[in-house]
């Protein structure tokens, strides 16, 4: 059997923990506040960051896809967007056109998941923000509901003023809730958007690089 130290008992070491949490909540919700704020200036940050990003590809992109020929196997060898850089891959990998119907497929999926990853970059931090910012909130609104009933606890309720200060410390606990909400909506709003940007670029990546090989695959013959 584990023997616990010497003066130590379950019973005391239970309470220590007690003790040790209560002193940690008693703290309040001030730093839970502020870590909400730093998740939303990051979020924020990602979203401007992405946004930017995104309408750059695309136009870039859209440059490319509107070519023909050679312009587009000339564009396509000096842009650097998905779709030049999944035609490069594929006329290196695939042989120009003359792989076969199956390699080649397995190499536009190959090249399709690296840019994929490369495009999703920072959405994964953007969804975690998205995901937690309300347990985070709601962490917060624990924290100053357990320091009110605390002081209520000591001090107990002896006139209207007390009550009423009881019940502002409450409401004052569900501002973290709010924050959090407040943080976590325009995160989830922007992620959702950006995969499907994502998935739209991908797309039309795909089809100019698909486009600009099988020209050059017509060249080589």
Not at 67 to 87: E, W, Y
Not at 90 to 111: K, M, P
Not at 134 to 146: N, Q, S
């Amino acid at each position: 059997m584990f023997d616990l130290p010497h003066g130590l008992t379950p019973g005391r070491t239970t309470l220590d923990l007690n003790e040790r949490f209560l002193d940690l909540a008693l703290g309040g919700a001030a730093w839970v506040l502020w870590l909400l704020v730093g998740m939303s200036v990051m979020s924020v940050a990602i979203m401007i960051e992405r946004a930017l990003h995104y309408r750059s590809v695309a136009l870039r992109e859209r440059s490319l896809s509107l070519a023909q020929g050679k312009m587009l196997s000339a564009l396509a060898t000096k842009l650097d967007t998905p779709g030049a850089r999944m035609f490069e891959r594929l006329l290196r990998d695939g042989g120009g056109g003359g792989g076969g119907g199956e390699a080649l497929g397995l190499c536009v999926e190959s090249t399709r998941a690296v840019e994929k990853v490369r495009l999703e970059r920072n959405l994964g931090l953007l969804g975690t923000i998205a995901a937690n910012a309300p347990f985070v909130g709601l962490l917060g609104t624990v924290l100053e509901i357990l320091r009110v009933f605390h002081l209520l606890g000591e001090q107990g309720v002896g006139s209207a003023q007390d009550a009423a200060s009881i019940m502002t410390g409450i409401s004052e606990a569900l501002v973290a809730t709010g924050v959090g909400l407040m943080v976590a909506i325009p995160a989830t709003a922007a992620y959702n958007a950006f995969v499907r940007r994502v998935a739209g670029l991908l797309s039309v990546a795909q089809q100019t690089a698909t486009r600009a090989l099988a020209f050059a695959g017509r060249e080589a013959i």
